[in-house]
């Protein structure tokens, strides 16, 4: 069994009367790659910031492999933070940044020179050595807040929302670029966001939190294909939540079938009817939305077909269409939270 | 040949004049003109009791040749350096301490209202009202001598360049604390919290991120600090009991004797000292991120 | 009444009740039959703080009709104002010492003495210098010496008494040093024992240039460190020296501060931060009117006295020129010079000042007899006891004993550079 880098144990933040996070429980193996997932106000943050030392933690502990840090300072916790706007120091240049925490250790100028170039050729920004923050672009900063944020030789690196202020296309390198730091350097990443693309993309272990709380912990695999409950389900996305006799149940889009010119018999139950609404080309696939009813929301259903499989018998909006499933990729959602 | 560019109306081409005019003419009339008024008048002659215009330099050269200006410019000097390094450090606390430990904005306000609620009265009023405190008979000096401290007043306390220091610290200290406190409260608290992760330790936060973040509020304060103390005559008046001088009263001085020409070339002289270290200051530092 | 009025011409009516009221002014010993037409001039009067009470104002208004604008400005504003602005006043109070360097810049006329109702009764020492036949011969810038010119033309001085004037007399006095009586043990009694290592740090000296010089001249000069051959115009040799002295005096803290206005010297002295010092007679009666034993101490070298008085601009003309005499006889005529007399000054003309005090009041200020009743001061603060008498005497005691007047020297520029450097020492 491998052994729990961060152990959460009863997690509560409290700011006055609201209560950010609730009692979570988490655990987090060893070099891996966490993502906590929700939207913004899920409390996310909050732990993140609590598990790195710069929130105060109202009840509960953090345990960093295995060792009890609730209350120790930010530094001598193991773990390390780079901030969603990469916090770095304004004043100083690339080398004097990633060089800082040994210079406030103490170390000599000429090690720290050394140390703090090879961080800064790990993150290939050799040829930057002297440029202040503000002449690099948001790609370059980050490179650096990462070499600085592991200048410490933290065993945990936490990241908060650390894609967010990139653009898309960067975005995606960026986390290529992330997820093979974390394999090379063989350390656990907790990272932040609201992307489920992000989340699914990078997560070894995806944690979907909401009102403070954890609605599912899990491999990406686990998550997307077995969301616990409609919340899960409905932020994941890319489900279709139906009503059935068993109950509430997720469908995932691209398992759904669509029937141009009414159903066929064997269909049975695990069938809607309805009008198309809307199609989206989205060059591999495309996105047929049926609706059921054009006044309820729940009544829109999502089908995601392969190109080929929707040209064969293609569907335009106001046509009237069946969709169906089989009881195979059905999967029963556990009823959502109050 | 081409056919010319039809010419703009003439109103298009006279509205960019039109929009710095305001600014201009308030420049010129409140700044320019009594400038050139102050160097002309400073190649003027005079006797006791008449200004005559004229070109003369002995006015300049006059000012060059006396120790007392001289002297008078070194003790205005001393005093600028005193008081920017006492406001300096001053400010530097007091801000820090309503930036960074301060936590409710309403707090933060009421702690700013007060150090600028002195300020809605006269400076004169609160300068005079330091003087039955230090005096000889004052308050310090009564208690220090009831509790057997001391058994002869202390007399640097009024009427020497303590009191003066003092009272400028106590005036000033505020356009120190405004910028740094802007200064201050624009550092991202990320970066706090990255030094913290970095290990560094409070006071070592203060000095390697923090100081060096408030470069261009120690700048503009300075600014403030530089052209109110270089210039003072007050002050140095009212707490100095005559026993220091600034260039500015010495100016004083000159314009009550109807020396004119002679406070003229001062002024000058002045000017040039305040303008060079304002300039020195801001070629170091760029204040404009900071407006 | 406005002027339209005036020049449309008087209505029989009119012109008996002015008459009427004339006679009945004249009948009851008020000063004169004051014409209707000048009651809308005012006269700009720019003026030291000493003569620039606004009691004075209100009076000549109510008397004569004139406003009066006061513009109380410190002695050197006064000055340059003067100088500088001939336009912005038509009446100029200044310092005798003053007009010494003003009246040759040309922007005051002269007044005809002709025009002056009680000129014969000025006080003699504006016109010959003497107030009596034994008085002592005073050094410095004496009023007489620059109280007349030729004539109305002229901007150089008349040796001696002319029809033209430059200043009408309003106010004058003897200065000396203030002592706090309850923190000095010893007897004062000359100018030099505000030098006696006692009083290290706690004496003051005035530091406006042209008089504490004459100050520091009068001490210098009872210490025996320096004989002057006229303390109002000194030479460089003189001024050098005594500056060096000051300087040294200085340094050694022997001053506990220099003062520059009235306001301060009454400060320190209240405060107990000073116990001997240059003073002015109206701070010493602020102090004293605290409660605060404060005594005007008759020294024997005698006093440094000044005088002050009254200036017309050259532009003024006609109507307004007019005014400018009535005024001045009406500030001549008594109720002035009581009100001077009472806040310890003296008036140029005493006869007519007499009639407008108690017989108290004239003996106590004037004759230097002990109070018969509480001496109540013009704005009506009790400032002496019954029994008390006036530091230094009488009239002819004080007046008759003045070392020095104010004055400008020669050498007043490099004396102004000078003292600077004692300033800033």
């Known amino acids: 069994m491998p052994t729990k880098d961060v152990e959460l144990i009863g997690l509560t933040k409290r700011f006055g009367d609201s209560v950010a996070v609730k009692a979570i429980d988490l655990q987090i193996y060893e070099a891996s790659y966490c993502c906590l997932l929700g939207p913004s106000g899920c409390g996310k943050s909050t732990t993140l910031r609590m598990i790195a030392g710069h929130e105060e933690v109202s009840e509960g502990d953090i345990l960093v492999k295995g060792r009890q840090v609730t209350w120790q300072q930010p530094s001598k916790r193991g773990t390390a933070m780079m901030f969603q706007n990469y916090g770095l120091f304004p004043h100083l240049n690339v080398e004097e940044n990633v060089a800082f925490s040994l210079r406030m250790q103490g170390v000599g100028k000429a090690e720290r020179s050394r140390r703090a170039r090879e961080l800064i050729e790990l993150v290939e920004m050799q040829a930057y050595l002297h440029r202040r923050p503000h002449e690099l672009s948001g790609g370059q900063q980050q490179r650096v807040a990462l070499a600085r944020a592991l200048s410490t030789e933290p065993s945990i690196l936490l990241l908060d929302e650390p894609l967010s202020a990139l653009d898309p296309f960067l975005r995606i390198r960026m986390r290529e670029e992330l997820k093979r730091f974390q394999r090379e350097l063989g350390i656990t990443f907790i990272h932040v966001t609201h992307s489920q693309d992000e989340a699914l993309a990078l997560g070894d272990q995806v944690v979907v939190m909401q009102d403070g709380e954890i609605r599912q912990s899990g491999t990406a695999r686990e998550v997307y294909d077995t969301p616990s409950n409609e919340f899960v389900a409905r932020f994941i996305g890319g489900h279709n939540i139906l009503k059935t006799e068993t109950g509430t149940v997720s469908v995932r889009a691209d398992h759904m079938d669509l029937h141009v010119g009414g159903l066929p018999s064997e269909a049975g139950a695990r069938a809607r009817l309805g009008q198309v609404v809307a199609l989206e080309y989205q060059g591999s696939r495309i996105r047929v939305t049926v609706s059921e009813n054009p006044d309820q929301d729940e009544a829109r259903h999502v089908v995601e077909l392969s190109d080929r499989s929707f040209y064969a018998a293609p569907a335009n909006p106001g046509d009237a269409v069946g969709i169906s499933w089989s009881a195979a990729d059905e999967h029963l959602l556990a009823p959502t939270h109050a | 040949m081409q056919p010319q560019a039809p010419k703009r109306p003439l109103f298009e081409r006279l509205l960019p004049y039109m929009q710095i005019a305001p600014l201009a003419l308030l420049l010129c009339f409140f700044l320019l003109i009594p400038l050139v008024m102050i160097v002309t008048v400073s190649f003027w002659n005079y006797n006791g009791f008449q200004v005559v215009p004229d070109i003369v330099l002995f006015n300049y050269t006059e000012m060059l040749g006396s120790a007392t200006i001289w002297r008078t410019l070194f003790s205005t000097i001393l005093f600028t350096l005193t008081t920017l390094a006492v406001t300096a450090a001053l400010g530097f606390a007091i801000a820090y301490h309503i930036a960074f430990y301060v936590r409710t904005p309403l707090m933060r306000t009421v702690l700013f209202m007060a150090c600028t609620i002195p300020f809605l009265t006269s400076n004169i009023i609160r300068m005079i009202s330091w003087v039955p405190f230090l005096g000889r008979q004052g308050l310090i000096n009564s208690m220090l001598m009831d509790i057997g401290l001391i058994d002869q007043p202390l007399d640097f306390l009024l009427y020497s360049r303590f009191a003066i220091c003092l009272v400028y610290v106590y005036l000033f200290t505020l356009f120190m604390v405004t910028p740094l406190y802007n200064a201050m409260s624009r550092i991202d608290r990320s970066v706090i919290e990255a030094a913290i992760d970095a290990g560094a330790t409070p006071v070592q936060i203060m000095f390697w991120v923090v100081l060096p973040l408030c470069k261009t509020g120690f700048a503009i304060g300075a600014v403030f600090v530089i052209t109110v103390v270089m210039g003072d005559f007050v002050t140095v008046r009212i707490m100095g009991g005559g026993h220091s001088a600034t260039t500015g009263y010495l100016i004083l001085n000159q314009i009550s004797l109807l020396q004119y020409p002679a406070a003229c070339a001062n002024a000058v002289m002045l000017l040039v000292v305040v303008m060079s270290a304002i300039g020195g200051l801001l070629r170091g530092v760029d204040i404009r991120k900071a407006l | 009444m406005t002027m339209s009025n005036a020049r449309a011409g008087w209505t029989r009516r009119k ?411």
Not at chain 3, 52 to 81: C, F, H
Request: aromatic share 10%; glycine share 8%; charged share 20%.
């Open chain 3, 15 to 425: 012109f008996l009740t002015t008459t009427g009221a004339g006679i009945a002014a004249s009948t009851l010993a008020a000063p004169m039959v004051w014409s209707q037409n000048i009651k809308d001039i005012v006269l700009r009067t720019t003026s030291g703080g000493t003569a620039a009470t606004n009691a004075l104002a209100q009076k000549a208004k109510e008397d004569t009709g004139i406003t009066i604008q006061y513009t109380a400005l410190d002695t050197d504003s006064v000055n340059s104002r003067v100088a500088t602005q001939p336009n912005s006043y038509e009446l100029a109070g200044l310092e005798y010492f003053s007009i010494k360097k003003l009246y040759p810049t040309g922007v005051l006329q002269p007044i005809d003495t002709k025009r002056i109702k009680y000129y014969d009764d000025i006080v003699p020492l504006f016109k010959t210098g003497k107030l009596n036949a034994d008085s002592m011969e005073a050094q410095g810038t004496a009023p007489h010496t620059v109280n007349f010119v030729e004539d109305f033309e002229s901007t150089d001085f008349a040796s001696g008494e002319t029809e033209w004037m430059t200043l009408i007399p309003t106010s004058y006095n003897a200065d000396t040093l203030g002592i706090r009586t309850d923190m000095i043990d010893r007897k004062i009694t000359s100018w030099a024992d505000i030098m006696d290592p006692e009083f290290k740090g706690k004496s003051a000296l005035v530091n406006i240039p042209s008089i504490g010089i004459m100050d520091a001249a009068m001490i210098l000069e009872a210490m025996g460190e320096i004989t002057y051959g006229d303390k109002g115009n000194m030479t460089r040799a003189e001024i050098d020296k005594t500056i060096e002295f000051l300087i040294r005096a200085k340094r050694d803290r022997h001053f506990r501060a220099l003062w520059q206005s009235f306001d301060e010297s009454i400060n320190l002295m209240t405060s107990g931060e000073v116990v001997i010092q240059s003073m002015w007679s109206p701070a010493v009666a602020a102090v004293r009117s605290q409660g605060i034993p404060c005594v005007y101490q008759a020294l024997n070298e005698g006093y440094r006295a000044w005088g002050g008085g009254t200036g017309i601009a050259r532009h003024v003309t006609g109507l307004q020129l007019d005014a400018v005499y009535e005024y001045f006889n009406w500030y001549l005529s008594g109720w002035a010079g009581a009100y001077l007399n009472r806040e310890g000054y003296y008036s140029a003309v005493l006869k007519t000042s007499k009639d407008y005090m108690t017989e108290n009041e004239w003996g106590f200020w004037m004759e230097g007899k002990p109070a018969t009743a509480p001496i109540v001061s013009p704005e009506g603060v009790k400032m002496e006891d019954v029994g008390a008498v006036r530091d230094g005497g009488s009239f002819e005691d004080r007046m008759g004993n003045i070392a020095c007047w104010n004055s400008v020297m020669d050498e007043d520029r490099y004396m102004v550079m000078k003292w600077a450097e004692f300033a800033t020492a």
